[in-house]
């Protein structure tokens, strides 16, 4: 390494993932993630335990991504967390350490949003979009449109005014019995249902925002009605229910992308966040993109979900401008983006 040379080392505790990645002057090295599986016989995550299973992996993580990125500790030119938004212990335990390290260290310490490394994910390999472009950022607490400017230029034009997409899918497989995580195995059934085999009522919110708490609503009284006529309904029929809410979903949000299209006439498009992972989600917008002339990007699956490597992409802008923090920093459940 030379005296010139940018190395950041990212860490990631925001929710259940623990994750941690050494960057080298824009280039990501490395992407080390330890899953939570305690959290599947509760059916969600639970915060203490999400955040006692941080105290544990973290450490592993750092040594794996520092060891396996034949750079040392000693040439670290800054350490990176995310700062939020996301669960206050779980968050607690990435900054806390990350503040003792560069401490240690005697280097620049950089917080990171959570949300904005999700869109800079697509600046960890090639092809990369330019500047301007419209990003749906689909996870299991946000749903959001952003208008992206530059690499720490972004606007949100349209959100979720309730739930975010993911817990959609999530909760909705609850109700048929599916253990959490749902979402993909949603996903999964879905791929040998009939989309259209039942219809779920759309949602329309004014200007670009969603809400999805009504199809929940709506498939918890439909599958009542239902069961009380036959209780084996949902095991009949799982596949096309998987399928047609799956559709539902995914129509409410290609509505308000459209429309985001229009008003700002950006034909450049992205996908991120954990439901980026959805196959499809990812096969409805690739069909849109060639009936309407966009230009696509999607990442790859393992920089969907929560992960340190677009921790470290959006450390690596920051540092460029020194947008560094000192050690008050503290970490913030509900960050702006």
């Not at 939570?36 to 995550?45: D, L, M």
């Not at 530059?150 to 606007?155: G, T, V």
């Not at 969603?210 to 609503?217: M, R, V, W």
Request: glycine share 8%; with cysteine; proline share 4%.
């Amino acid at each position: 390494m030379g005296t010139n040379d940018i190395s950041i080392l990212a860490i990631e505790s925001s929710c259940d993932e623990t994750s941690a990645s050494i960057i080298l002057n824009g280039k990501v090295l490395n992407n080390i993630v330890a899953t939570q599986s305690v959290h599947e016989k509760y059916g969600g995550v639970v915060p203490e335990l999400a955040s006692r299973a941080h105290q544990e992996n973290l450490i592993p993580v750092i040594q794996e991504a520092i060891s396996s990125s034949g750079i040392s500790k000693d040439q670290l030119s800054a350490v990176a967390f995310t700062r939020g938004p996301g669960l206050m212990g779980a968050l607690l335990v990435g900054v806390s350490f990350a503040k003792a390290f560069a401490r240690s260290l005697n280097i620049p310490l950089i917080d990171v949003n959570h949300m904005q490394a999700h869109v800079l994910a697509h600046f960890i390999d090639e092809p990369k979009p330019g500047f301007p472009f419209l990003c749906l950022t689909v996870s299991g607490g946000h749903t959001q449109l952003v208008l992206v400017r530059d690499h720490l230029d972004m606007e949100v034009i349209g959100q979720t005014q309730d739930d975010a997409v993911g817990e959609a899918f999530d909760k909705t497989a609850k109700l048929l019995g599916l253990p959490y995580p749902g979402g993909p195995l949603i996903d999964r059934y879905a791929k040998e249902g009939n989309s259209k085999a039942f219809a779920f009522p759309v949602t329309r919110m004014p200007g670009l925002d969603y809400s999805f708490s009504g199809i929940k609503t709506a498939v918890l009284y439909f599958l009542r009605d239902q069961l009380a006529q036959d209780p084996d309904f949902i095991e009949k029929n799982l596949a096309d229910l998987c399928a047609s809410i799956q559709y539902t979903l995914i129509e409410m949000l290609l509505i308000k992308l459209k429309e985001a299209v229009k008003q700002t006439g950006v034909k450049e498009i992205a996908i991120a966040g954990g439901v980026s992972a959805n196959s499809g989600l990812r096969a409805a917008l690739e069909e849109l993109s060639k009936k309407r002339g966009w230009k696509l990007f999607v990442p790859k699956f393992e920089y969907c979900t929560d992960n340190a490597a677009m921790i470290a992409m959006a450390a690596h802008y920051k540092y460029l401008k020194g947008e560094f923090v000192g050690l008050d920093v503290t970490p913030l459940a509900k960050m702006k983006f």
